[in-house]
């Protein structure tokens, strides 16, 4: 995705005045396909009717065909002396050109281009060269295509942040088009699907309404979950990396209690209990508190999980207590339900949970505080925080827009290295949902709202935590790990203790470790403020 | 003419048959490659009973890895055992790492190499997962109802490595 960067800022930058001038020329007219302006060049700041293009292709061919039999010296002349009147109206633009270079037009150029009715010679001319120029001009075209669709996708981003829905509308169908002459196997073809899909439910529906946007039930969402992990190394890069800092914060210990925020199936916890398991000195009691969501039809599946990882604990000789919170929100959960005790060892555990509590405020403040605020007070030995890295939590919606397509194609990218069917599908499935959230939804429904690595940090450290380096033991396991997946794409860095997981360069996931800063004790009797 | 005889007299006297022998065989098998170990089981009934015993698959797994790893038996064990481990884990983990270091060479390159407790440790992480992934499909325990069959999480092994 490197080289469309350069076309994706200089197109979000030309589109917001060009945009606008053609959906008012095409007000003034009644909407007549043949006569409006063509969106993509419209998008560009070019005004040309559809119909004129073949004209438009023709002049461009003949021009590049005079500049390359031309002297040299002319073409500087042309560069540095001329001055050409009102560029965006591109075909007269072009004739202007081909004067200069002393050839003659055999076609008057048409000085009115909103005039309906062009003249005979006109067309006939351009009927009795179109069919060859179309061959000739149109493979260029093709190619272009992946750049087109992202530019097209810019522009009707920008025009969903206007509120022109019915220029995005049109742009949609602009870019339903496009999808069809591209690849949609793999690459921008795939990833511009999902984002065309997004935007035009974001343009059907509204994006605070809850109903629509949370259509699967938790148990489809942990059968996604489960396939996104198998599929590719960035969950398991998480538990393993979680794990190590964990085991390490727990040496000496003999009680330890291991809050994780998002239970789902327990796949993290298999390898701490038989790591602990074998740890020199023999295994601590081991407390598991799970927090997940609450499950609808009466199973308590938190209970479930919990069961199977009591069993696992057996059969190795750990000793085990399990305890589910279930907690539709992070920031219902009250600290008393964790029931923690003093002499304990705490491990807060968070994969992919911390951006969730950075929408609306509550009456209660910013949930991020309350919750972290909580955290503090438990005193943990270490909070485990990972997190994508990216920035999907932008005020303007169309940097959300671009940064999401930016992220979410490179890891399309590293996806598409993975064979196993049907792991690939629906791990692709999880994927689309994080971005149908990015794009669709606002207010509360909007949950993904990921943060970059330095932002959290900066938040960390005024809510009173500490960073605790992620040692090389951790490090050499992530990149051990990375060399059993098939793709040699994958890159582990470390930033300043943290460890981030990559591709191509480009980080992904960060993860990094904290301590609470305990707080200072409450001074006696009344403050006085001088 | 006597020396005839006496060869003769030599060979009936000394002859020798390996399944007569068989803490010989334990050592030579001890010694010897997955591979061939896996073969040896399909020579007849009493060398598969042998080749059976979980003993000579921990040794596979373990007898290159310095320092000798320690208390790990008893979890093995309870994971399903060292040949299940060496199937499902440390073969793919090892030919998968020496790939990446070496490219190419056979499964004999694979047994000589000396391997670190990092990556020991990972195997008996991907171990225990692929363990518990088991439970969570079946509820079977460990080991014998499931089979062969791979869980879902160690896929990423076996797939074909694309360098």
């Not at chain 1, 979410?408 to 598409?416: A, K, P, R, V």
């Amino acid at each position: 995705m490197g080289p469309h960067d350069s076309s994706i800022s200089a197109a979000a930058g030309s589109t917001s005045s060009s945009s606008s001038s053609s959906a008012c020329s095409s007000s003034t007219k009644p909407p007549q396909p043949p006569d409006q302006m063509d969106h993509l060049l419209a998008g560009a700041g070019y005004k040309v009717r559809s119909n004129d293009l073949h004209q438009v292709a023709e002049r461009l061919h003949r021009l590049e065909t005079v500049m390359v039999k031309s002297n040299p010296l002319e073409i500087s002349d042309l560069v540095n002396d001329a001055v050409h009147y009102n560029p965006a109206d591109l075909a007269s633009w072009v004739d202007s050109l081909l004067t200069e270079l002393n050839t003659n037009p055999p076609v008057p150029v048409p000085t009115d281009l909103s005039d309906p009715h062009p003249n005979m010679n006109n067309m006939m001319y351009a009927t009795n060269h179109a069919p060859h120029l179309q061959q000739v001009v149109a493979q260029p075209f093709e190619e272009d295509v992946s750049i087109q669709l992202v530019h097209v996708l810019m522009t009707c981003a920008e025009a969903v942040q206007r509120g022109d829905l019915s220029l995005a509308g049109l742009l949609i169908d602009d870019l339903q088009a496009l999808l069809g002459r591209v690849n949609s196997g793999c690459g921008i073809g795939k990833v511009g699907s999902f984002f065309v899909d997004a935007l035009s439910r974001r343009i059907v529906n509204s994006p605070e309404n809850a109903a629509v946007h949370s259509d699967l039930s938790a148990y489809e969402n942990e059968i996604l979950y489960h396939h996104y992990y198998e599929a590719c190394p960035y969950l398991k890069f998480a538990h393993f990396t979680a794990n190590q800092a964990i085991l390490e914060a727990f040496e000496g210990q003999d009680c330890v209690h291991v809050i994780d925020f998002n239970l789902m199936q327990g796949l993290q916890w298999p390898a701490l209990i038989q790591a602990l398991a074998l740890r020199p000195g023999g295994p601590p009691l081991l407390r598991l508190t799970g927090i997940g969501p609450p499950s609808p039809d009466g199973r308590d599946s938190l209970r479930e999980i919990g069961l199977k990882l009591a069993e696992l604990a057996r059969s190795v000789n750990v000793r085990f207590a399990f305890r589910g919170v279930a907690a539709s929100r992070l920031d219902d959960v009250k600290p008393w339900m964790l029931q923690v005790s003093p002499k304990e060892a705490i491990a807060v555990n968070s994969i992919m949970q911390l951006h969730r509590l950075l929408g609306p405020n509550s009456s209660r403040g910013p949930p991020i505080d309350l919750v972290l605020d909580w955290i503090r007070d438990l005193n943990p030995r270490i909070l485990m925080v990972v997190e994508q890295e990216s920035n999907h939590n932008q005020p303007e919606f169309l940097d959300r827009f671009t940064e999401a397509l930016y992220y979410y194609s490179t890891m399309f990218d590293s996806l598409d290295v993975c064979t196993a069917q049907p792991e690939k599908a629906l791990a692709e499935l999880y994927i689309q949902r994080e971005i149908c959230n990015v794009v669709c939804c606002e207010g509360l429904v909007r949950v993904e709202r990921h943060e970059p690595l330095v932002r959290w940090r900066e938040r960390l450290i005024n809510a009173g935590f500490a960073p605790l380096h992620l040692g090389s033991n951790a490090f050499k396991q992530a990149r051990m790990l990375l060399t059993l997946f098939s793709a040699e794409g994958y890159s582990v860095e470390e930033n300043e203790g943290c460890l981030t997981l990559g591709w191509h360069s480009r980080p992904l996931i960060a993860a990094s470790a904290w301590q609470a800063i305990p707080k200072p004790s409450p001074t006696m009797g009344p403050i006085i403020h001088p | 003419m006597v020396q005839i005889h006496e060869y003769n007299d030599e060979k009936n006297v000394g002859s020798f048959c390996i399944n007569d022998n068989m803490d010989l065989l334990i050592e030579v098998l001890k010694r010897v490659d997955g591979r061939s170990l896996s073969t040896a089981a399909c020579v007849c009934r009493q060398w598969c009973s042998i080749v059976r015993n979980d003993s000579l698959w921990e040794h596979l797994c373990f007898r290159h890895v310095s320092p000798p790893p320690v208390g790990v038996r008893p979890v093995v064990s309870a994971l399903g055992g060292y040949r299940r481990l060496y199937m499902v884990c440390v073969r793919p983990v090892l030919s998968r790492l020496k790939r990446r270091r070496i490219g190419g060479g056979g499964e004999s390159e694979v047994v000589t190499r000396v391997w670190n407790q990092h990556e020991v440790e990972l195997s008996l992480s991907l171990f225990c997962v692929e363990y518990y992934e088991r439970l969570l499909v079946g509820g079977g325990r460990g080991g014998a109802t499931a089979g062969d069959s791979t869980a879902s999480s160690l896929k990423f092994l076996c797939k074909p490595v694309n360098v």
